[in-house]
């Protein structure tokens, strides 16, 4: 062939080997800032990958749209499964006996009940929860910061993700500690200047306003602060990507 | 051998004539870089449009302005079943849903088609692309000419052979209209719906009127490039479709009438 296409062959060649390089470097590089979300495999693990690594790096510190008083809409709870009878038992007793459990990588591990987690320091934000069907609804809620509460039973500084539970097994989520140390990632126990009404997850919900209404767990009872989600459920960071959903839901 | 880039070149004089000359290369009529990315985001695209369609059918209501819901008046309902029990559609039956794998295809494909399509962007600025093939002529924007290209248009007139080397009017105005209005408006109103997205870049969701405006105006866009794309492929088929696909596979244009 010609001297044209051996030079084309051989600069074609150092683009390719440059370029498996850089993916090298960039999957180390990712994994080591964090920026892999524990749904990366299987067919749609390239975009999930991209997403979240691009909002992460993006969105690190942002905080999600709060809106005015007057803007707050006739809210709409989302679907839910019949509540189970151990439910019901703690709501005919106002919930005086519910507890928050927080293990795993922390210094002590503590239970709370509803009433300590409302003795702390609240935040109130009004902001819109969406669900990823496409409706949405701004309303005001109140709680506790989740950071407030991780740094009281210290979190230890190799810890990635905070799993948060449901009472309802089948409902379980994980996030990452820059979602689990934003201001915003609030232990809802507060709407609309109420109490959590139990068809928006009261006595507890976590809300992060950043993310779709999926991850925003109801009825919360039990926090595991770990490093590592392979050892959870099928090891793809929450219950969502089992049911074919992305665990990230910043999108 | 036809190369990326490479000018028309003419039959070296010094062959001799008695030879059958083989046929004059010239430029592609398609750039190596326009077809590959053509098809690309045609894939893409055709992915974005079923999992788009799958995503709305799980809320086929509409709204405008920051919130919206079945509690919300809607500006408008799509009149299908959806996937969810929450919207009573009143055709008594509950789609299967689907939102799982289509949201993910939605967006790894909508990752591929904005980066194939930064990808074009830059060749059609720095490569003149834009400049030469879609730009229309000040002559070809006169009433006049402008006129005559809808006639024709009208009359459903086959294009002439010499038309199957450069782009009319109409042709340079419609993909200019899509490249530079209806894509990044559909980039911008899907990225406007991601709420982590809306937390760095607050004003592209007010700018549009709110995170449903964002959705309707993205809805809308769609719609607007599934039409274009209805009348490309009737445009095609008019002209001819295996010659103007071959061409946008091959990049070269077939002088020959195809066979029956």
Redesign the interface.
């Known amino acids: 062939m010609t001297q044209?296409s051996r030079r084309k062959l051989i600069v074609s060649g150092l683009a390719a080997t440059a370029g498996v390089t850089g993916l090298g470097v960039a999957a180390y590089l990712a994994d080591k800032y964090g920026l892999v979300p524990p749904d990366h495999g299987g067919?749609?693990g390239?975009?999930?990958t991209?997403?979240y690594a691009t909002?992460r790096l993006?969105?690190r510190h942002?905080?999600?749209?709060e809106?005015s008083r007057s803007?707050i809409?006739?809210p709409?709870p989302?679907?839910m499964p019949p509540l189970r009878d151990e439910f019901k038992r703690f709501e005919a007793a106002g919930f005086t006996d519910w507890r928050l459990s927080v293990e795993g990588l922390v210094d002590q591990p503590t239970s709370f009940s509803v009433a300590q987690i409302k003795s702390y320091p609240s935040r109130t934000h009004i902001t819109?929860i969406?669900?990823?069907?496409?409706?949405?609804?701004?309303a005001e809620w109140i709680g506790t910061p989740l950071s407030h509460v991780l740094n009281l039973v210290g979190v230890q500084s190799h810890a990635r993700y905070v799993v948060y539970y449901s009472i309802d097994p089948e409902w379980w989520e994980s996030m990452d500690m820059a979602d689990a140390l934003h201001p915003q990632t609030l232990l809802a126990y507060g709407m609309n200047g109420e109490e959590l009404p139990v068809g928006f997850g009261g006595p507890l919900r976590m809300r992060l306003?950043?993310?779709?209404g999926y991850k925003n767990v109801k009825f919360i009872n039990r926090l595991v602060i770990t490093d590592n989600l392979k050892r959870f459920g099928k090891g793809l960071g929450s219950a969502a990507p089992e049911?074919?959903?992305?665990w990230y839901a910043?999108? | 051998m036809a190369t990326l880039g490479s000018a028309p070149t003419s039959v070296d004089a010094s062959l001799p004539t008695a030879i059958p000359v083989a046929p004059i290369t010239v430029a592609p009529r398609h750039a190596l870089l326009v077809r590959i990315t053509h098809w690309i985001f045609t894939l893409s695209f055709f992915a974005l449009l079923v999992t788009g369609i799958e995503i709305l059918i799980s809320h086929p209501r509409f709204y405008w302005g920051e919130t919206g819901n079945v509690l919300t008046k809607a500006m408008f309902q799509i009149p299908i079943p959806s996937s969810r029990t929450l919207v009573q559609t009143g055709y008594g039956y509950v789609l299967p849903d689907q939102n799982g794998w289509s949201r993910a295809l939605h967006f790894q494909a909508g990752w591929v088609a904005v980066l194939t399509g930064l990808l074009y962007a830059l060749y059609g600025l720095f490569a003149g692309h834009f400049r030469k093939h879609l730009l229309p002529t000040k002559a070809d924007l006169s009433w006049r000419s402008l006129s005559a290209a809808v006639a024709s248009h009208l009359r459903f007139a086959r294009p002439t052979a010499a038309e199957a080397h450069s782009y009319n009017v109409l042709q340079r105005l419609a993909y200019l209209f899509v490249i530079f209005v209806l894509l990044p408006l559909v980039i911008w109103t899907g990225l406007a719906m991601s709420l982590a997205f809306a937390s760095v870049f607050p004003w592209s969701v007010t700018l549009l009127g709110g995170r449903q405006s964002a959705r309707t105006l993205h809805f809308f866009a769609s719609m607007a490039l599934l039409l274009f794309l209805l009348v490309h492929l009737v445009m095609i088929f008019l002209a001819g479709f295996g010659s103007r696909t071959g061409t946008m596979i091959t990049g070269r244009v077939r002088q020959t009438k195809e066979r029956p």
């Open positions: 044209l067919l749609y390239p975009g999930e991209l997403t909002q993006l969105t942002s905080l999600a749209r809106f803007q809409s006739k709409l989302n679907e819109e969406a669900c990823e069907e496409g409706w949405s609804y701004i306003p950043r993310q779709l049911a074919g959903y992305a910043g999108i």
